[in-house]
């Protein structure tokens, strides 16, 4: 059974850069697509539309891979889907273990995207006792008593950190020490891990705030235009004239230093 040590993805050594890598599994998704609709070639316009990316960038990435298409026909969408998937090394199995089966680690363990991508769940570990033995996904859960055993015994060197934050780093610590060298974590924390270990880190909360921003700032501009075209801003909904309120409040209340008292006047 191969298990990831004996044949590593050739990226790095041919020099193809992380961003073109990263792009990398966005076409792959969009060319698998088209397979299976059996559409035979597609253009590199068509394509970077799919992949959200623009065509000049599209082709530069190609371009590492060796990959130029021909001209007025387009790019064999067969021959894409086979080069992308051995160099992001899919045409092998690779057992993986999630450690960490709360809400969120039971969820991964369902998702039945990873087998049909060249990944297989090896195992389930989680540290509560009462979880051992209770299958998640048709696959029973194990203690992390087991865990260096698992890894070994399975050939992982690809685990999935699903486990509260305090818990983390000590779970990171064992599968490296257990022959893991990369790693997926869904903790909200940042992990420390030796040279030669990969590391991708997956915060949803991160992205949440992200958008948040960009609402923020777009409301801002609407705001804005609104005020440069004599438009009058919208009436202030009870909850903002209740903020604004508030805000008011804990101006004229500071002490004289600018702090809040501990106990606000009646």
Request: charge should be negative; glycine fraction near 10%; aromatic fraction near 4%.
């Amino acid at each position: 059974m191969a298990t990831g040590r004996t044949h590593r993805p050739a990226t790095r050594s041919r020099g193809i850069p992380e961003a073109t890598v990263a792009r990398l599994p966005l076409y792959l998704r969009a060319l698998t697509a088209l397979s299976e609709r059996s559409v035979p070639t597609v253009s590199s316009e068509e394509l970077a539309a799919a992949a959200g990316v623009n065509s000049a960038k599209l082709r530069k990435d190609f371009s590492y891979l060796g990959s130029y298409g021909t001209r007025g026909v387009g790019y064999d969408v067969e021959y894409l889907v086979y080069q992308i998937s051995r160099e992001l090394g899919l045409t092998q199995d690779w057992p993986v273990v999630i450690v960490g089966i709360g809400n969120l680690g039971a969820a991964l363990a369902n998702y039945g995207g990873f087998a049909s991508r060249g990944f297989r769940v090896a195992a389930l570990i989680d540290a509560d006792p009462s979880m051992a033995g209770k299958p998640v996904a048709g696959i029973p859960v194990q203690h992390s008593d087991e865990l260096e055993t698992i890894v070994r015994e399975n050939g992982v060197h690809i685990g999935v950190i699903a486990t509260p934050a305090g818990a983390a780093q000590e779970v990171c610590d064992r599968l490296v020490a257990a022959g893991v060298t990369s790693i997926l974590n869904f903790a909200p924390t940042v992990l420390s891990v030796p040279d030669g270990v990969d590391v991708r880190k997956v915060d949803l909360s991160i992205e949440l705030q992200i958008l948040a921003f960009h609402e923020q700032r777009k409301a801002g501009e609407e705001a804005a235009a609104r005020t440069a075209a004599g438009v009058p801003a919208p009436a202030a909904t009870d909850a903002t004239t209740a903020a604004d309120g508030a805000k008011r409040t804990s101006a004229t209340d500071q002490g004289p230093d600018g702090d809040v008292p501990a106990v606000m006047p009646a």
